[in-house]
């Protein structure tokens, strides 16, 4: 049963438009599991959040081999597990559908010259992943890498030979079109800036980049403003994109064309999530505070002014500022607090704007991707924001650009969209727990698990595939058991409702230590649908 569903991996649109629909309210949400009837606990005081660090691109004395590339999560020192009750029976997952697993490899792997560093190490680390029946890797494929010193001029070397090994140990690649910028502080080990003809351009007209109401600029990746202007060297951000997008079909066209390359996530926005950059660290930002809407560049600004004037009221054609800054909470805004001037009429007309700037930001790069990569499945990244999740304007997310007109559902229009070009939702925090949020920041009103199954539930009923991640480095088995919860949900009528793929963030030597090993290789197993007692660590032990 499992190799038939396997055959199937690769074709998660049919296999959902063949399902009947079903409501969210036919599926129970798996029950939250308290901590003293789980089989395993984690123990010392790393076992609970203690701080919210950020895992931001670019932040202070962050590891980057422990940054997931997105927004912000607490941080767990390798945690412990310990087998408090070994009489309690885990979930058996045998005979359920097989989900394919895909590990991310690490930052700096590619160096700014497009070299692979320590080819010799890397087939070490994939003959280890291969031991455990992972289905592939996930690679990043960075502009500023690849474009760094003059337009049009592209450098795939690295990436060349990094892909003939892997397919030489017969994995999949899922690749990663990475728009944005990584790293930049001081102390980071790992900085990738955006092409350098690109930041000499901002220099002159630092516009291209988005800003904030005090006419802050993040360099993380460029304004939406721009994607139809021509700033760079006579292209558009979006002929830029397409154009890099096209290089890399033909000059992989060998991978493509033996499904080698089984997927491409296009890059959409700041840590290549579709959203706004209200969350940045290096402007100050930390957890949990609301973040700040971003559209004062003059080119997202003059479309605000067209907006309201089209819709016959100039007057709206403003910035929200009484919305609070980086660090506010929500009812301490005008714009935000319950009965605030989010739910107006200005409120709702800004909101709408700035939100289908985002969605048609993502319909047009989707678009090209469609084009680029004809025949090969696509893919967009939603980020987990998942902080004031109980407020009325949910002011968080609204900064980020996920709103609907009942202040509720911010996702179902971008959903909508993805299925537009028949592209994959990814989205992550899959293995966060609520419990632990409440604990340490209970002011935040913080719920990932309520936003994980609202985001998972949207893309199922909009019949579109759906993939997951973690958000940070998970080595103990409640983690995986949260991940495999939210993939295979229980109580599912039809069968449908099953992650397409799940990937881990990422490839590290704390993976491959042989306690955590052994627990990722159970978890791949579960993922599968094959559970068994055997685990391979002897053999790995061999390899390594």
């Known amino acids: 049963m499992a190799a038939a569903f396997s055959s199937l991996v690769g074709q998660p649109r049919a ?46 004395n962050v590891d980057p081999a422990r940054d997931d590339h997105s927004i912000n999560w607490p941080s767990y020192d390798h945690p412990k597990v310990v087998d408090v009750t070994p009489g309690l ?39 280890i992943l291969k031991s455990a029946n992972v ?15 003059a337009p049009e001029r592209y450098n795939w070397n690295g990436y060349k030979r990094l892909f003939e090994i892997v397919r030489d140990f017969n994995l999949k690649l899922r690749v990663v079109m990475s728009f944005h910028e990584y ?9 990738i800036p955006l092409p350098r003809w690109v930041t000499e351009i901002g220099d002159k007209n630092p516009d291209i980049f988005f800003t904030d109401k005090d006419l802050r600029r993040t360099h993380e990746c460029l304004t939406w403003g721009v994607d139809k202007e021509r700033v760079l060297g006579g292209r ?30 296009i890059g959409l926005g700041p840590c290549g999530e579709l959203r706004y950059p209200s969350h940045s660290a290096k402007l100050g930002w930390k957890y949990p505070g609301i973040g700040e809407f971003q559209c004062y560049d003059k080119y997202l600004f003059n479309s605000l002014k067209k907006a309201a004037e089209a819709s016959g009221c100039s007057s709206c054609g403003k910035g929200p500022w009484t919305a609070g800054s980086y660090n506010s909470k929500p009812q301490n805004t005008e714009f935000f607090r319950d009965g605030g001037e989010y739910n107006s009429i200005y409120g709702r007309f800004f909101s709408n704007w700035y939100t289908q700037v985002l969605i048609d930001h993502g319909d047009q790069v989707l678009g090209l991707a469609n084009l680029s990569f004809k025949g090969t499945p696509i893919a967009a990244k939603l980020p987990g924001i998942y902080w004031w999740r109980n407020t009325r ?10 709103y609907s007109g009942d202040c509720s559902d911010g996702y179902s229009p971008i959903a909508s969209m993805l299925k537009k070009h028949e592209a994959a939702l990814n989205f992550t925090c899959l293995e966060l727990r609520t419990v632990y949020q409440e604990i340490d920041f209970p002011e935040a009103i913080a719920d ?10 949207v893309a199922w009923e909009a019949y579109i595939p759906v993939a997951g991640e973690n958000s940070r480095p998970c080595y103990h088995r409640e983690g995986y058991n949260m ?20 990937t881990y963030l990422r490839l590290s030597p704390t993976l491959l230590e042989k306690h955590n090993f052994m627990e990722f290789e159970r978890f791949v197993q579960k993922m599968h649908g094959v559970q068994c007692n055997y685990l391979s660590w002897n053999h790995f032990w061999k390899l390594k």
């Open 448 to 457: 990932p698990e309520r936003l994980v199954w609202q985001v998972l539930n």
């Open 183 to 191: 790293g930049g502080n001081v102390g980071d080990d790992v900085h």
């Open 89 to 127: 029976q885990e979930r058996v997952f045998t005979a359920t559908p097989y989900i394919p697993v895909y590990v991310m490899l690490p930052m700096g792997i590619i160096n700014m010259e497009c070299e692979i560093v320590d080819a010799n190490n890397l087939v070490n680390q994939l003959k």
């Open 135 to 149: 289905d592939g890797v996930v690679v990043e494929c960075w502009w500023g890498i690849v474009e760094a010193h």
């Open 15 to 60: 296999i959902l438009s063949a399902s009947p629909t079903v409501s969210f309210s036919q599926i129970r949400k798996p029950a939250n599991f308290p901590l003293q009837n789980s089989r395993f606990l984690l123990v010392n005081s790393s076992s609970v959040p203690r701080t919210c660090t950020m895992a931001m691109v670019g932040d202070d």
């Open 393 to 402: 304007s949910g002011a968080a997310e609204l900064t980020a650009g996920f």
């Open 236 to 265: 558009t951000a979006l002929e830029v994109y397409c154009d890099l997008m096209r290089s890399f079909r033909v000059k992989f066209d060998e991978f493509f064309e033996n499904g080698v390359i089984s997927e491409i996530e």
């Open 483 to 502: 991940i495999l919860e939210n993939a295979k949900p229980r109580n599912d009528p039809f069968g449908r409702h099953y992650l397409s793929a799940f």
